[in-house]
């Protein structure tokens, strides 16, 4: 069992920039792949970034590339997201997720542990 905790949502005006983290305990973080997803009102849930157990490869979604960066500190326990240039359209719940295979996905099925999410909103 992972137990994920999120923080570091807010309240932010677009181009500004947040820092979310997302630390873990329970078993090893080192073996699990962790996601970052988020939920907007009325939308399903949807694939933000990604990174494998050493940081090395990470993997975003159009959306974001360019602006997010996703790293860890397997030290510390802890996935960061680092969002820049936010616009409206980023607000949302954001979630951070584990994923005990060693295959880089977007699809929240192939999450097995879940945060409770923290929420992001973007004003114009």
């Known amino acids: 069992q992972v137990q994920l905790v999120e923080s570091g949502g807010g309240l932010v005006q677009a181009g500004g920039s947040l820092r979310l983290s997302c630390a873990a305990s329970?078993?090893?973080?080192?073996?699990?792949?962790m996601g970052w997803f988020r939920q907007a009102p009325g939308k399903e849930r949807e694939f933000v970034a990604t990174?494998?157990?050493?940081?090395?490869?990470?993997y975003y979604a159009d959306s974001v590339k360019g602006r997010f960066t996703v790293s860890r500190d397997n030290a510390k326990n802890t996935v960061y997201l680092q969002m820049n240039s936010l616009k409206p359209e980023d607000t949302a719940v954001y979630y951070c997720a584990a994923d005990r295979s060693s295959v880089i996905s977007e699809r929240v099925d192939s999450y097995d542990y879940w945060g409770q999410g923290t929420q992001v909103t973007v004003s114009s």
């Open positions: 990174i494998s157990w050493t940081g090395f490869n990470t």
């Open positions: 329970g078993r090893t973080f080192s073996n699990y792949f």
